[in-house]
């Protein structure tokens, strides 16, 4: 390849593809490409979905639907070419179209708040948590009818909120987005002799990976035959820590997503298991009968999980409006040094001998013709947020009677700056803080629309809107950059996401009817569903009729002024460059830990030592193949997840039992089955 413009850019990647014919956008969506985001849709979702339910963390799906569109495609064409049947060329287009569409399907199970503010409406997790006699207008049960016509009303507004704004975000600002940079660049790999190479061997780790996780999922469950048995919980710290939740699980799901995971999240995770779990519950569980009452049930919000929860909100909080003003400035500051840049480039052009085509590379020219040749007209986008905004103002108020035209007014007036405020985020340092966002908008609207008017359900239903156009808008964005990248037509990326967003409004709702049915069924045995918690107790605590366990309240802003001390402690270490900034802890990092059982961290810890040892012996095959061991080891837990959520609904008993005791019980069970065995014989 050839070095053109800049030499510090390195070799030209648009050299390499320029024989190639550029397809119009109408031959870049395809039907196999919409067969094959419908296949790979339907299995993230499903992974997703058991993420949301268990975790609530949830890794990048970019790279895994780039790679495993690529597979499905390729094979797909060999196999006509074997049966001699005339096909059009598998392009780097249309594997970046199937990788949006497949995303923007998948994503949903985020963005779309199946594991938090739509599973915080139903009775089950105002159980969970008792917060109060909430009945009536303040509990909405999430039926499948109801939840397509919901998210068929709110989920393509963020398409158009986020569209005039890519030619300034992609072209004027050249934001980098790094996933969707990382993603592109895979995928332009892809397309070359030695990168398809390169993918067949990651599609066969990830397969095998995938089946190696599911059957290690499987032979756990056959030694499940009774309570507190199986190899799922090891207690390999001993009995002692293995009662306050400290074992070692090998979950698959967890061991993938703390191999993708940054370091320094996974490890503050254990951190704060340790400081939570190992120390603070343990503490105020000798408070019982002092601080809260002791007859009240252990997942109330009146007893120890009232300290777990409002503890957790805290820390979120107080990381989340830190980082908000933080990313504010940083925006301003960066917007206004590209002005900076771009007067001071139109005045070093002034002269008319200048020629300021030779600024950018060959790479950039051509990137910029191809993005904006086929662009989409602002007129468009902005008269559709309109049209779809005022559409759903009128119809989400008889879907949920818990708000009015005025509340959706609003969400949809102030949702757009949100969505620019995150997506430039994004596009700067992959910041997305759409969640930040959310918990926000739930304590307005909640103190807004009032407990009597079903101010919990109201806010939720809000936030809901605010979400989709917030995280549809920053994941749009960085399609666009993959696109710009791969030259993909901009409104074949459009199509894609609508085609991708309708698929998720029948796909996710029908996977979450599943998983809500065992949710309802078995609750805590199998999910526990940190972020519908949180947000529930967030709209309680908005509409004001929540009473508290003794110094609660105290604790929850102790660990908010606390969290912004780390933060501001950390952004000073990054400022100043210090050794130690990269071993301060992530705030939300630890306050997750607090809802979650230190298992989880540790599995998350595990997957970090299996990257970083195997980055030690060979850092390029880590750094190409860790990501897609990750991903398989997620898909393979993950696709055991609805068998084993059948198996425990309808009572299937595993035939083995194996269980730890400790040596005393060990004696006492033998001394007993000395005296049975002769008996029974």
Known sequence: MESIGDPREGPSTERAFEDQPLPPWTQQVTLRAVVASLALGVVFSGVMMNLVFTSGIIPTLNISAGLLGFFLLRAWTRLLDQ?????SPFTRHENAVVQTCVVACASMTYSGGFGSYLLAMDHRTAEKINTGDFVGKNVSEPTFPRMMAYYFLVSFVGLLAIVPMRKTMIIRHRLTFPSGSATAHLINSFHTPNGAMQAKKQVSLMIRSCLGSLFMSIFQWLYTGGPHCGLTAFPSFGLQAFNRGFYINLNGT?????????????????????????????????????????DIQESSLRGIN???????????LGDGIFQLVVIL????????NHQREAAETLRSFSDVDAIPRNVLSFDDRRRTQVFLREHIPSTFAVCGYA???SLSTVAIPHIYSQVRYYHVATAYLFAPLLAFCNAYGTGVAETNFSAQYNKLVILLFASWIGIKNGGVVGSLVICGIVSSIVSTASDFMSDFKTGYLTLTSPRAL????VVGTGLGCIINPAIFTVFHHFYEDMGNKIYQVPLAKIYRAIAVLGVGDLELPKHCLAMSVSFFALALVV????????????RAQHYIPSVTGMAMSFLLVPAVAIDMCVGSLILYLWARTDKDGAQVFGPVLASGLICGDGLFSIPYALLARYDVTPPICIRFVARDQNEKLDAYLATVLPKSR
């Open 83 to 87: 049966l001699g049947v005339s096909y």
């Open 254 to 294: 967890y061991v993938g997503v703390g191999m993708i995971s940054p370091y320094l999240i996974n490890i503050s995770m254990l951190v704060g298991a340790i400081i939570s779990w190992g120390f603070m519950w343990p503490y105020i569980e000798t408070k019982k009968g002092s601080w809260y009452a002791a």
């Open 306 to 316: 009232g300290y777990k929860v409002f503890g957790a909100i805290g820390m979120i």
């Open 329 to 336: 400035v940083k925006t301003l500051q960066t917007m206004r």
């Open 387 to 389: 049209v779809l905004a």
């Open 494 to 497: 459009f199509v894609s996401q």
């Open 567 to 578: 933060c501001a402690l950390r952004e000073v270490a990054a400022h100043c460059r210090w």
